[in-house]
Antibody, heavy 120, light 110 residues
Framework: QVQLQQSGPGLVKPSQTLSLTCAISGDSVSSNTAAWNWIRQSPSRGLEWLGRTYYRSKWYNDYAVSVKSRITINPDTSKNQFSLQLNSVTPEDTALYYC??????????WGQGTMVTVSS | QSALTQPASVSGSPGQSITISCTGTSSDVGDYKYVSWYQQHPGKAPKLMIYEVSNRPSGISNRFSGSKSGNTASLTISGLQAEDEADYFCSSYTSSSFAVFGGGTKLTVL
């Protein structure tokens, strides 16, 4: 049974970098069948897929067009986890952030969510 | 504005059936079999209920079923129970941005 445990700060100042980590148990971040995603949810934007990382003989990343210039998702094989970095945040980035695991086109398992507020 | 269109709310009485629609375009729902449905109770993370249009993950009741016609996917819940009251979201693969979600439908069990 795959489980995801999120960690990271709940408050980020405008223009700084939002950083979250998702620790994986029950599977490997290097799995050849899984994909590891970040998704956020806010009243104004609803559910928004941000990006993913996955391993298929080599590492791949896909990012949403809306954040592509500001986002990095990295796997950490030594700790079996993956991370989200979102640069130059504004109050519009305030949202509930989820990590999610699944196949390439589904989100089977979700983390517990982290509420991130962008405010000075 | 969400990429996929869902009704804001639906309701039904216990034991009845309801259907939630999810309308996209030929660039997402209409062109791919990768439509999923998620249930979200207040304060909880979404839960996968249907994947690839009509498949149920292990442990999901057969009261939940999915289908697709053209650019519209549908989630049907039969034999409504009080515990089904939640928000429901659809999502689809899209060639332009990999994954898009619907705005969500609030299901009220009367």
């Amino acid at each position: 049974q795959v489980q995801l445990q999120q960690s990271g700060p709940g408050l980020v100042k405008p223009s700084q970098t939002l950083s979250l980590t998702c620790a994986i148990s029950g599977d490997s971040v290097s799995s050849n069948t899984a994909a590891w995603n970040w998704i956020r949810q806010s009243p104004s934007r609803g559910l928004e897929w941000l990006g993913r990382t996955y391993y298929r003989s080599k590492w791949y990343n896909d990012y949403a067009v809306s954040v592509k210039s500001r986002i990095t998702i990295n796997p950490d094989t030594s700790k079996n986890q993956f991370s989200l970095q979102l640069n130059s945040v504004t109050p519009e980035d305030t949202a509930l952030y989820y990590c999610a695991a699944g196949r390439l086109n589904t989100f089977d398992i979700w983390g517990q969510g982290t509420m991130v507020t962008v405010s000075s | 504005q969400s990429a996929l269109t869902q009704p804001a709310s639906v309701s039904g009485s216990p034991g009845q059936s309801i259907t939630i629609s999810c309308t996209g375009t030929s660039s997402d729902v209409g062109d791919y079999k990768y439509v999923s449905w998620y249930q979200q109770h207040p304060g909880k993370a979404p839960k996968l209920m249907i994947y690839e249009v009509s498949n149920r993950p292990s442990g999901i009741s057969n009261r939940f079923s999915g289908s697709k016609s053209g650019n519209t996917a549908s989630l049907t819940i039969s034999g409504l129970q009080a515990e089904d009251e939640a928000d429901y979201f659809c999502s689809s693969y899209t060639s332009s941005s990999f994954a898009v979600f619907g705005g969500g439908t609030k299901l009220t069990v009367l």
